[in-house]
């Protein structure tokens, strides 16, 4: 199984189409973002910065970035391929990526980018809830994406949290940084010729589908 990238705006949906991935090909879903969250719970130095540079939806700084992808993807469950969302985020973490990628001799395998409308995102930013036991994502902005009972889980009846950098303020310097950061990034996979692009803006499935058809039967 190759490797599998998402890039994408803040909730445009990488982190479900990851989780979908990851149970139908069984190989692990490593969110940058969720890593750093964990971390951020700690109360130690740098626990505390983390928590801090999330909630301004600024980068945390690439040498924590770079160290915590390497030792996690020379782990024993991603011989077989894994999922990488949210890392890189720059065209410098791009090139980084490929160094660590040739030292432990992997290779980048299908980098798919998921494009969608401003306005649908700010939308789902302020609708988006958490599971805090099993991290399921739910949107009560949207019918199909709502919880049956409100704040809880109906997978594993957890309570549901709001993110603390999803509100409008923080979204558009996340939104702004993607644009700004990503564009050289996406140029540098496009001439490689292992970019796919989605169309966000249609149903869960219907995007998983296209990625499904373009893995193939692997
Ligand atoms: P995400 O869950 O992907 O939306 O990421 C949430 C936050 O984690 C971002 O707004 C950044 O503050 C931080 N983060 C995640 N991935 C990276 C990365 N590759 N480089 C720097 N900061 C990151």
Do not use: W
Not at 102 to 115: A, P, Q, R, S, T
Request: one cysteine or more.
């Amino acid at each position: 199984m190759k490797n599998i990238m998402f890039i994408a705006p803040p909730a445009a949906g990488k982190g479900t189409q990851a989780d979908l991935v990851e149970k139908k090909y069984h190989i692990p879903h490593i969110s940058t973002g969720d890593i750093l969250r964990e971390i951020s719970k700690e109360d130690t130095e740098i626990g505390n910065y983390i928590y801090e540079t999330l909630a301004s939806g600024n980068l945390v700084k690439d040498e924590i970035t770079y160290k915590l992808i390497e030792n996690r993807i020379t782990e024993e469950d991603c011989k077989e391929g894994f999922i990488i969302d949210g890392f890189p985020r720059t065209y410098e973490q791009a090139l980084k990526y490929d160094e660590i990628l040739k030292k432990i001799g992997l290779e980048l395998g299908y980098v798919f980018i998921i494009d969608i409308d401003e306005k649908k995102l700010e939308k789902r930013i302020t609708g988006r809830r958490i599971c805090e036991n099993c991290h399921a994502v739910y949107n009560i902005n949207e019918e199909n994406s709502k919880p049956k009972i409100e704040s809880v889980c109906d997978i594993c009846g957890g309570k549901l949290y709001q993110r603390k950098d999803d509100n409008i303020d923080s979204f558009q310097n996340r939104y702004k940084t993607y644009l700004k950061k990503t564009a050289p990034m996406i140029e540098h996979y496009n001439k490689q010729g292992i970019l796919y692009h989605l169309d966000g803006n249609l149903e869960m499935n219907e995007i998983f589908n296209k990625i499904s058809s373009i893995i193939g039967g692997e």
